[in-house]
């Protein structure tokens, strides 16, 4: 991947980059001609996952405050009034921090982590909002069986183990929630090739007739995501979300067989 700069940021790949990364950017910018003009647009972008204050590096009080804040800091060769920064990457500390920004550039034990600390709710009873931004780059799949039913050797937390999952179980008195993420492959933008067209800058293909009023198809389009789609493509995709499977109702009755004694 290009090591990117400031001109190439967006909300998305900014969460890829790191504090140091960050600074070495600013300090490579600001020597370009146009930093100026553009700097209130690469801080709108920066400001989505940083934190920037800038400080004298002499001031004692402000670098201890911003050491204890857990703040990057950065000192720059300059005699003015502010000469050093300091800088902290936001993080995505509750459920609701997700974004369709940040989603992918988390792991399955992140957003199992972040639900399982969402007061117990577990994947029911998040919003359909965030529902939609975890399936935008994870598969999701959740069951709700008896203990006895749902830890059975070969059944379905193995299963799915198998399949790459990461799971999380919450306990429900004698029934367990397990919700099984894994992530999505990335998919790369779809690339066309039309004979004969011809091409405006941005990759629209251009009418030679009438470029006023010709419509144009924009080959660059953001992948539209699918939030809901299947979850696997095994027979047993569908077979566990609420209800144990029919090979799992003997170790259910037995289950209330002991309870019974």
Do not use: C
């Not at 609701?96 to 117990?120: C, F, K, Q, R, W």
Request: glycine fraction near 4%; charge should be negative.
């Amino acid at each position: 991947m290009a090591k990117l700069k400031l001109d190439n940021l967006t909300k998305s790949n900014i969460w890829t980059i790191s504090e140091s990364e960050l600074n070495q950017m600013l300090i490579e910018g600001k020597k370009k001609e146009g930093f100026a003009e553009n700097e209130t647009h690469y801080m709108n972008i920066i400001h989505t996952v940083f934190d920037i204050q800038y400080f004298d590096r002499d001031d004692e009080k402000a670098k201890a405050r911003f050491e204890a804040e857990q703040y990057d800091l950065f000192y720059a060769p300059s005699d003015g009034e502010y000469n050093a920064v300091a800088i902290r990457k936001r993080k995505i500390a509750k459920i609701t921090d997700l974004t369709l920004e940040n989603v992918s550039h988390l792991t399955p034990e992140d957003i199992l982590a972040l639900i399982e600390n969402n007061m117990g709710t577990g994947w029911q009873g998040l919003p359909l909002a965030i529902q939609d931004i975890i399936e935008s780059a994870f598969y999701v799949d959740v069951a709700s069986m008896p203990e006895a039913a749902i830890h059975r050797k070969g059944g379905v937390i193995d299963r799915r183990v198998a399949d790459g999952y990461e799971v999380l179980e919450i306990p429900r008195g004698s029934w367990v929630e397990a919700i099984f993420v894994k992530l999505k492959p990335k998919q790369e933008k779809p690339k066309f090739s039309f004979k004969g067209a011809s091409y405006d800058d941005e990759g629209n293909i251009k009418n030679d007739d009438d470029d006023d009023d010709a419509d144009s198809l924009d080959i660059d389009e953001k992948d539209d995501v699918t939030p809901n789609m299947d979850v696997d493509d095994d027979d047993d995709s569908d077979m566990e979300d609420q209800e144990p499977a029919i090979e799992d109702i003997d170790e259910i009755n037995d289950a209330s067989d002991d309870d019974d004694d």
